[in-house]
């Protein structure tokens, strides 16, 4: 098996397969670029979409992965075709039976050299981006103390108005509960979510639903506007949110008016409710 092939007195076998195993590893090479440098392309979008799923503003760009990536694809593609060249002629030499000098070590010093340059920026890129991505977060951290809670404030687009109470969700309840018997406005139903939840098992922050109105007030403007019977009985939403504040939430007068068309005059019969749940907070 090791003795000259035949028709060829001066190449053994061992030459051939050696000269494959050379090309097959310096295939896994190029394969192994191209493989690494798609990962360091698209390593730009996965920042930047890391960051849009975090709500975090974009302050620098992530193109230059792009071209770190593409370059390692490139070199992959001449490492294969260089592979392939060389083994080509190698083989030739073999089947001529002419002499086989050693092989210069300059191509893989090149791609070692290459490739060391190349992780090198990829350090330093990757540094800046850890640094601009701190300073970011610090910045947000900072305009998050320095701001104050605004998720709960107004909302003109739904028509939700959110007073922050100064008690607890019973005890609020209990205080707007007293309040609509003392002025002699019905309560309707108080449904109790929280409770309900844990009934089947389910955690919930406390949170309560009172409904209630007076039907002198509100038959009119049902008349007025048949559909505003949806949003009738009049209605607060008492809730804990995560940071253990309180909110008594109920919908703005202006939005219900604007919603159902409901006349000027009969206006007043529902702006009682911004009284209510001021009192009820306070």
Do not use: C
């Amino acid at each position: 098996m090791d003795g000259p092939i035949a028709g060829n007195p001066h190449a053994a076998l061992n030459d051939y397969l050696a000269a494959e195993r050379t090309v097959l590893a310096w295939i896994r090479t190029g394969l192994a670029l191209m493989g690494f440098g798609f990962v360091v392309a698209r390593f730009g979008l996965f920042l930047q979409e890391f960051q849009a799923a975090q709500n975090t503003p974009s302050a620098q760009a992530y193109g230059l992965s792009l071209w770190f990536g593409t370059a390692l694809i490139a070199m992959g593609v001449f490492v294969n075709l260089f592979a392939g060249w060389q083994h080509a002629r190698l083989v030739g030499l073999l089947d001529r039976g002419g002499p086989v000098r050693s092989r210069p070590a300059g191509p893989a010093v090149t791609i070692a050299v290459f490739l060391a340059v190349v992780g090198l920026a990829m350090t330093v890129y990757l540094i800046s981006v850890r640094g601009s991505a701190q300073a970011t977060m610090g910045n947000n951290s900072r305009n998050n103390e320095e701001t104050p809670m605004t998720s709960m404030a107004p909302m003109a687009d739904n028509g939700i108005i959110n007073k922050v109470s100064n008690h607890s969700v019973d005890e609020t309840v209990e205080k707007l509960k007293g309040i609509l018997q003392a002025k002699g406005v019905t309560l309707f139903a108080l449904v109790d979510h929280s409770g309900e939840a844990e009934k089947v098992g389910m955690k919930m922050r406390p949170t309560k639903l009172l409904i209630f109105g007076n039907p002198k007030g509100g038959t009119p403007i049902m008349l007025a506007a048949p559909d505003a019977a949806i949003d009738l009985p009049l209605k607060i939403l008492v809730w804990e949110d995560a940071q253990g504040k309180v909110w008594a939430s109920y919908n703005s007068p202006a939005y219900l008016q604007q919603r159902h068309a409901i006349p000027q005059d009969l206006l007043p019969n529902i702006t009682v409710v911004d009284a209510l749940a001021a009192k009820a907070a306070e």
